[in-house]
């Protein structure tokens, strides 16, 4: 996609352009090719997949934090060593997201995805096993799993419904953020009919698990007819030929989208780990710390929708990087001075600016780069190390607050994140092409 072409992109365009394919210089081999051709023409069996896959995606993680207090209890961890819980599975986001496409050229995107399940079951079940160092091995496996699915993800849409890419990209996101919200919210209860923590956890991995089983039928007819040892992609004609393509670690306006998409990352994880947790420890009961959580997750929805819609039809981004990024500064604020008394006002503004920031940068990836070649490669170096930095917020707020004792030093750490975010998208929001002399 030539600059000139993102020019006035419609809705429709910019979402198809947002699904970067991990793939994109790879062509499947024959069986490979016809089998996905059979599952194409009767769609509904890979509809299910992709709708339980996504559910999946948060789940896991956005269940955890309404419980961290009865999780750390049990094993009597401080703030400090139990903020691993949730900053573990980010390092692994970070550290496995560059494997997805290698995997996926030697067994499939639907191997993958199906081990990726496999992996996120496997690792629900290890953080609820008695000992303590299985907790934090669940989690790592846990966090290996999602970053498959984030990696591989679009590229499934893209290529299986190439017309219908604005409306299945609405389904994956909604099926998303959905199973973030109803694990948030229904943690505590679960919790109380579960008889415990672990109750409530566990019964997550039956979702991985039942994904898995949907995904199992798909594996067994894209590798039917593959011989032994064959893998199931190879470079695509002309893949070879990019010895010209931009060097991103060079590149400062590559850095500047991928430090952007890092710390809108770290806010948004710290709230995944704390928010709960704050309203707790200003009073709040825990079903309800868990609600407005969980309504903080699904206002998400209207941010990640709008924003990157507005953010197609600009030539500049940075008046709404510096939008999203003062909405996540006032919910923060918000937290400073009444926590609980505008809980709910709180969570709307957070959500919008997290679901917002999300948005945007996930379009920056694609307004900023030349090629759908050049957007997978902002894409992997986004992902890995903007996931790489957001796994420092979780650990180092939870040890501000264990040394301070209180929520304020941590907050407002946010919210300079917050001020930095801003700086980032006044750079990354320019219109501007990696690779191009003045990026």
């Known amino acids: 996609m030539s600059p000139s072409q993102k020019e006035g992109l419609s809705t429709e365009e910019l979402i198809e352009a947002e699904l970067i394919d991990a793939e994109e210089d790879l062509a499947p081999s024959p069986p490979v090719n016809s089998a996905r051709r059979r599952l194409r023409a009767h769609p509904a069996l890979l509809l299910l997949g992709i709708v339980l896959a996504s559910l999946n995606m948060r789940a896991a993680l956005s269940g ?104 299945m990209t609405a389904l994956y996101s909604t099926a998303m953020i959905l199973g973030a919200t109803v694990s948030a919210a229904a943690a505590v209860p679960l919790e109380h009919a579960l008889g415990g923590w672990r109750g409530s956890l566990a019964s997550w991995g039956l979702l991985a698990v039942f994904a898995a089983v949907v995904w199992l039928p798909q594996v067994v007819l894209t590798r039917r007819g593959t011989r032994h040892g064959q893998p199931a992609a190879a470079p695509a004609p002309g893949a070879d030929g990019q010895a010209g393509a931009p060097k991103l670690m060079r590149s400062v306006l590559a850095w500047q989208v991928t430090l952007f998409m890092g710390s809108q990352s770290l806010v948004a994880y710290v709230t995944i780990a704390w928010l709960p947790t704050i309203f707790t420890d200003h009073g709040m009961s825990k079903a309800t710390a868990g609600l407005v959580f969980a309504f903080s997750t699904l206002m998400q929805m209207g941010g990640s929708f709008v924003v990157p819609t507005l953010a197609g039809r600009m030539r500049s981004q940075r008046l709404l990087c510096t939008a999203v990024a003062l909405f996540m500064a006032a919910g923060i604020s918000g937290l400073l001075i009444a926590p609980v008394g505008g809980a709910w006002l709180w969570a709307v503004l957070l959500g919008l600016g997290q679901g917002g920031a999300l948005g945007i940068a996930l379009t920056m990836m694609v307004l900023r780069s030349g090629d759908a070649h050049t957007a997978a490669r902002v894409s992997g170096m986004a992902q890995t190390w903007g996931y790489l930095l957001a796994a420092a917020g979780p650990l180092a707020l939870g040890a501000v607050h264990q040394a301070t004792g209180g929520w304020a030093v941590p907050l407002v750490l946010l919210l300079c994140v917050c001020a930095g975010l801003v700086l980032l998208g006044l750079g990354a929001g320019r219109d501007r092409r990696i690779g191009h002399a003045s990026a």
């Open 64 to 167: 955890v934090s309404p419980v961290l207090k009865e999780i750390s209890d049990t094993f009597g961890m401080t703030s400090t060593v139990s903020s691993l819980v949730t900053t573990i599975p980010l390092i692994f986001m970070g550290v496995v997201s560059p494997l997805a496409p290698k995997l996926a050229r030697r067994w499939g995107t639907e191997t993958v995805l199906f081990g990726a399940l496999v992996l996120l079951a496997a690792g629900i079940a290890l953080r609820v096993a008695p000992p303590l160092v299985t907790l934090f091995a669940g989690c790592a496996v846990v966090g290996s799993g999602i970053a498959l699915l984030n990696v591989l993800m679009p590229g499934l849409i893209k290529r299986d419904f190439p017309d219908k890419a604005a409306s």
